[in-house]
């Protein structure tokens, strides 16, 4: 099918590159997110919206789990450029209804892209997908109730799939796990398999809990600020602002990751007078461009230095750490030309960021996805953790580890139980509030889900939120597992990618969102949510909801288990449902940390929920101590002529939602299928800056995966590195490529190879032109007749 004329919202041949900013934020940002609200919600509705944002009496901001300050220190405008257009998008003014869904067959849907999708405006009311249909079409709340319960009811409890995504609040994430309990599974997959699932491990492997263990103040305060494959300017814009404190209070910052990234270089304040009229503020003290996949070898490296100079806090190390010894005897043995070959650094600035270390008696490292997502990701996550034990950086001011999740409540809904492999006290505290015994088995997490829905041991599939199928890897893989379904069911506010590729039978829910009044059970209902430092604070929108049709998470969740379970059972969903306070009483006897929740999450700005090792120094492992870690150093290797791919955001989305299509960071404006290089790399394979290839990625079973049509965009990165934007390469990604320990998909090292595009530098794509997967020992291809924009 060729491209519809209504569809040229991506037309790669408007693609403009320029200059990349040489600034995060500014007047420019301002200017871009009140432009971006007043489009989509206008002059008065944006004001009612944005005033409460982040605010203590208004909702928390759909974006990311950066901490607010504390009350007494915000702004009247706590919000950044990313987390406007996150309200814009969600409290837009435009809706889509019926008629939307009988003019559009769901064939024709599936052409478009996510962008395109996204657009379309807020979901009014509940539609159903019947088998053989070719329409969406209304649906009652009762029956489509009746028609989830039915197929849950028809199966066993573990062919059944309950997804999370990272927007749920507490309240609601916590009855979901409960009914999927109560129902008799564990399968509870979460965005996290797919983000942070590196960190959760490997923290609580070595510190005994997956958290971080820093406050806003430790970044505040810290002497040394150390910033690990994370993007703050586009994926958490807030955090500038800490770091620009932390640089007036004197801190240091070292930022590793292999592209420039402006919001790593300088920021400037659209709330200072220095940000809006002066240079702003510099951030990065040392930039470390290092090789994708090197940041093990890079820390090990810094440790074995720091144990060189004597840099050990060995008061710290002998009354609160095991395996000291074993893990000096190791770096001791470094192979410094295995270090150089995996980091591509040159080692006087790996000396010189270990004398920035040494130098600092208060360090805080931060990390995201450029950590995670590697094969390695837990034992990079563990030497993290080594660095800070080895100089006393845990449990104590201006210093700790700190993971910046990705989602504003994706670490609020692990505290709940969200995890297919909760651990006993939590079930056996689920077993003492509601007299049950929940299953014992652990379930799917998202990449085994995928699996089980392809080989057809899993039957349905329940998203809370959330773009799975954009959002996970393989996607042809992912996409045909989810077709295998009997039935899909995705509870949303907007339309996309996963609610075109469905089950046998498929239903859209349409829920409130968070800048939304709750009036469920006739009275104000407010949520709770956790941030990426463990404080908990309330959420209540404060708009009239887009639709009378639309339910919130909890009274979705609640009827849902009532027309499947039944009302005679221990679970009280009816009172749950009608008054969200009673949801909190029973938080507060089930999850740990928890006690007096609705009280102490009431109150400005919340409480922070307990952190042995960073409030007592005390470490609840298996050895009841923080654990050194051995790790062995591998250099990927990457054939002559093939390059590493990482998978990026643009500055113009959030996760798998595309806002537009604007990359001024990056200098991208008008598209989204470009790939950066490194010049002499472009010129090494043969290629001008503008040609057009299609990206081949090899796994080592000898199958390849390929997307058309992609424009060579020359950036500053390391030689043999590349970078694109996902969900556009998520084909690329294989689902058994994975992080040794916690299973999370490695998008950020993806061998590839280059080829010329058949339609060369002229930026034109034909729906011909499809992502294809060559299975190892076969010469044939699977294709899926899909246009390339569209990947996803």
Same mark, same amino acid.
């Given at each position: 099918?060729?491209?519809?004329?209504?569809?040229?919202?991506?037309?790669?041949?408007?693609?403009?590159?320029?200059?990349?900013?040489?600034?995060?934020?500014?007047?420019?940002?301002?200017?871009?997110?009140?432009?971006?609200?007043?489009?989509?919600?206008?002059?008065? &509705?944006?004001?009612?919206?944005?005033?409460?944002?982040?605010?203590?009496?208004?909702?928390?901001?759909?974006?990311?789990?950066?901490?607010?300050?504390?009350?007494?220190?915000?702004?009247?405008?706590?919000?950044?450029?990313?987390?406007?257009?996150?309200?814009?998008?969600?409290?837009?003014?435009?809706?889509?209804?019926?008629?939307?869904?009988?003019?559009?067959?769901?064939?024709?849907?599936?052409?478009?892209?996510?962008?395109?999708?996204?657009?379309?405006?807020?979901?009014?009311?509940?539609?159903?997908?019947?088998?053989? !249909?070719?329409?969406?079409?209304?649906?009652?709340?009762?029956?489509?109730?009746?028609?989830?319960?039915?197929?849950?009811?028809?199966?066993?409890?573990?062919?059944?799939?309950?997804?999370?995504?990272?927007?749920?609040?507490?309240?609601?994430? =916590?009855?979901?796990?409960?009914?999927?309990?109560?129902?008799?599974?564990? /399968?509870?997959? %979460?965005?996290?398999?797919?983000?942070?699932?590196?960190?959760?491990?490997?923290?609580?492997?070595?510190?005994?809990?997956?958290?971080?263990?820093?406050?806003?103040?430790?970044?505040?305060?810290?002497?040394?600020?150390?910033?690990?494959?994370? /993007?703050? $300017?586009?994926?958490?814009?807030?955090?500038?602002?800490?770091?620009?404190?932390?640089?007036?209070?004197?801190?240091?910052?070292?930022?590793? /990751?292999?592209?420039?990234?402006?919001?790593?270089?300088?920021?400037? /304040?659209?709330?200072?007078?220095?940000?809006?009229?002066?240079?702003? +503020?510099?951030?990065?003290?040392?930039?470390?461009?290092?090789?994708?996949?090197?940041?093990?070898?890079?820390?090990?490296?810094?440790?074995?230095?720091?144990?060189?100079?004597?840099?050990?806090?060995?008061?710290?190390?002998?009354?609160?750490?095991?395996?000291?010894?074993?893990?000096?005897?190791?770096?001791?043995?470094?192979?410094? %030309?295995?270090?150089?070959?995996?980091?591509?650094?040159? &080692?006087?600035?790996?000396?010189?960021?270990?004398?920035?270390?040494? %130098?600092?008696?208060?360090?805080?490292?931060?990390?995201?996805?450029?950590?995670?997502?590697?094969?390695?990701?837990?034992?990079?996550?563990?030497?993290?953790?080594?660095?800070?034990?080895?100089?006393?950086?845990?449990?104590?001011?201006?210093?700790?580890?700190?993971?910046?999740?990705?989602?504003?409540?994706?670490?609020?809904?692990?505290?709940?139980?969200?995890?297919?492999?909760?651990?006993?006290?939590?079930?056996?505290?689920?077993?003492?509030?509601?007299?049950?015994?929940?299953?014992?088995?652990?379930?799917?997490?998202?990449?085994?889900?995928?699996?089980?829905?392809?080989?057809?041991?899993?039957?349905?599939?329940?998203?809370? $939120?959330?773009?799975?199928?954009?959002?996970?890897?393989?996607?042809?893989?992912?996409?045909?597992?989810?077709?295998?379904?009997?039935?899909?069911?995705?509870?949303?506010?907007?339309?996309?990618?996963?609610?075109?590729?469905?089950?046998?039978?498929?239903?859209?829910?349409?829920?409130?969102?968070?800048?939304?009044?709750?009036?469920?059970?006739?009275?104000?209902?407010?949520?709770?949510?956790?941030?990426?430092?463990?404080?908990? #604070?309330?959420?209540?929108?404060?708009?009239?909801?887009?639709? &009378?049709?639309?339910?919130?998470?909890?009274?979705?969740?609640?009827?849902?288990?009532?027309?499947?379970?039944?009302?005679?059972?221990?679970?009280?969903?009816?009172?749950? &449902?009608?008054?969200? +306070?009673?949801?909190?009483?029973?938080?507060?006897?089930?999850?740990?940390?928890?006690?007096? =929740?609705?009280?102490?999450? !009431?109150?400005?700005?919340?409480?922070?929920?307990? #952190?042995?090792?960073?409030?007592?120094? +005390?470490?609840?492992?298996?050895?009841?101590?923080?654990?050194?870690?051995?790790?062995?150093?591998?250099?990927?290797?990457?054939?002559?002529?093939?390059?590493?791919?990482?998978?990026?955001?643009?500055?113009?989305?959030?996760?798998?939602?595309?806002?537009?299509?604007?990359?001024? =960071?990056?200098?991208?404006?008008?598209?989204?299928?470009?790939?950066?290089?490194?010049?002499?790399?472009?010129?090494?394979?043969?290629?001008?800056?503008?040609?057009?290839?299609?990206?081949?990625?090899?796994?080592?079973?000898? !199958?390849?995966?390929?997307?058309?049509?992609?424009?060579?965009?020359?950036? %500053?990165?390391?030689?043999?590195?590349?970078?694109?934007? =996902?969900?556009?390469?998520?084909?690329?990604?294989?689902?058994?490529? +994975?992080?040794?320990?916690?299973?999370?998909?490695?998008?950020?090292?993806?061998?590839?190879?280059?080829?010329?595009?058949?339609?060369?530098?002229?930026?034109?794509?034909?729906?011909?032109?499809?992502?294809?997967?060559?299975?190892?020992?076969?010469?044939?291809?699977?294709?899926?007749?899909?246009?390339?924009?569209?990947?996803?």
């Amino acid at each position: 099918m060729g491209r519809r004329a209504h569809d040229r919202d991506i037309d790669e041949a408007d693609v403009e590159v320029g200059r990349p900013s040489h600034a995060a934020a500014g007047v420019t940002a301002v200017t871009v997110a009140l432009k971006r609200a007043v489009e989509q919600m206008g002059v008065v &509705r944006s004001g009612r919206t944005l005033l409460k944002l982040n605010q203590t009496d208004g909702f928390d901001c759909q974006g990311c789990a950066w901490p607010d300050p504390d009350p007494e220190h915000r702004h009247t405008a706590e919000f950044c450029e990313n987390g406007v257009k996150a309200v814009a998008d969600e409290a837009t003014r435009t809706l889509l209804d019926r008629k939307f869904f009988a003019d559009h067959p769901v064939a024709e849907l599936a052409e478009h892209t996510d962008y395109w999708l996204n657009r379309q405006g807020r979901i009014t009311e509940p539609m159903v997908l019947r088998a053989g !249909s070719t329409h969406y079409e209304p649906i009652d709340w009762d029956s489509a109730f009746d028609l989830m319960a039915g197929h849950l009811r028809a199966i066993e409890p573990d062919q059944a799939v309950f997804y999370t995504s990272g927007k749920v609040s507490n309240e609601a994430a =916590y009855l979901y796990q409960l009914f999927a309990r109560a129902y008799g599974t564990n /399968n509870l997959p %979460d965005c996290s398999n797919m983000c942070h699932e590196s960190t959760s491990v490997g923290l609580a492997e070595v510190i005994g809990i997956g958290k971080g263990s820093v406050s806003m103040e430790d970044v505040h305060h810290a002497e040394l600020i150390v910033i690990m494959g994370q /993007n703050p $300017g586009t994926n958490h814009p807030r955090m500038l602002t800490a770091l620009e404190t932390a640089k007036k209070n004197g801190a240091k910052i070292i930022a590793i /990751n292999p592209l420039k990234e402006t919001g790593l270089v300088r920021f400037k /304040n659209p709330q200072t007078p220095r940000g809006v009229l002066g240079p702003g +503020t510099g951030l990065a003290d040392l930039y470390l461009q290092i090789r994708s996949n090197g940041d093990l070898a890079l820390l090990q490296a810094i440790g074995s230095l720091l144990l060189q100079w004597g840099c050990v806090d060995r008061d710290f190390v002998e009354g609160h750490t095991v395996g000291f010894e074993q893990y000096a005897a190791a770096l001791g043995e470094l192979d410094w %030309d295995k270090v150089l070959a995996s980091t591509g650094l040159p &080692r006087d600035q790996i000396e010189e960021a270990a004398r920035m270390f040494r %130098d600092s008696s208060r360090t805080v490292t931060c990390w995201a996805m450029g950590i995670t997502q590697h094969h390695n990701a837990v034992a990079t996550v563990k030497e993290i953790v080594n660095l800070a034990l080895l100089q006393g950086n845990i449990g104590k001011p201006g210093a700790g580890v700190c993971p910046v999740r990705g989602h504003s409540n994706v670490q609020g809904d692990r505290t709940m139980g969200i995890w297919e492999r909760a651990p006993e006290h939590f079930l056996d505290a689920l077993r003492d509030e509601f007299g049950f015994d929940p299953p014992r088995e652990h379930g799917y997490d998202s990449v085994a889900a995928i699996k089980a829905l392809r080989d057809g041991d899993a039957k349905v599939f329940l998203g809370l $939120g959330g773009n799975f199928v954009s959002a996970a890897p393989d996607t042809s893989v992912t996409e045909d597992a989810m077709r295998a379904a009997d039935l899909t069911v995705h509870v949303s506010t907007k339309l996309n990618r996963s609610h075109v590729v469905h089950g046998r039978e498929a239903l859209i829910l349409p829920v409130l969102g968070r800048s939304e009044k709750d009036l469920t059970g006739g009275q104000v209902q407010k949520v709770t949510v956790e941030d990426s430092m463990s404080s908990v #604070h309330t959420s209540h929108g404060p708009l009239k909801p887009a639709s &009378r049709h639309l339910r919130s998470e909890v009274d979705i969740v609640c009827t849902l288990a009532l027309a499947t379970l039944g009302e005679h059972q221990p679970v009280p969903w009816a009172r749950f &449902r009608s008054d969200y +306070t009673e949801i909190r009483r029973s938080i507060a006897r089930v999850v740990p940390g928890c006690a007096a =929740y609705d009280e102490k999450a !009431s109150q400005p700005g919340g409480f922070v929920l307990p #952190h042995p090792p960073r409030d007592t120094r +005390t470490f609840p492992t298996k050895v009841n101590r923080a654990i050194f870690s051995v790790s062995p150093l591998e250099v990927l290797q990457v054939p002559e002529g093939r390059l590493v791919l990482q998978t990026i955001r643009s500055h113009d989305q959030f996760n798998t939602t595309i806002y537009g299509l604007s990359d001024r =960071y990056r200098g991208i404006e008008g598209g989204r299928r470009v790939i950066f290089l490194h010049r002499d790399d472009i010129a090494a394979l043969g290629f001008a800056e503008g040609d057009h290839v299609d990206i081949v990625s090899e796994w080592k079973d000898g !199958s390849e995966r390929q997307v058309p049509t992609f424009r060579i965009v020359a950036y %500053d990165l390391p030689r043999g590195c590349a970078a694109a934007y =996902y969900p556009e390469t998520n084909p690329l990604v294989p689902l058994e490529h +994975t992080a040794e320990g916690s299973n999370q998909p490695a998008y950020k090292s993806v061998i590839v190879r280059l080829e010329r595009s058949s339609g060369g530098r002229t930026g034109v794509t034909q729906a011909s032109d499809a992502s294809r997967v060559t299975p190892a020992g076969r010469g044939d291809e699977k294709k899926r007749s899909v246009e390339p924009d569209q990947l996803s």
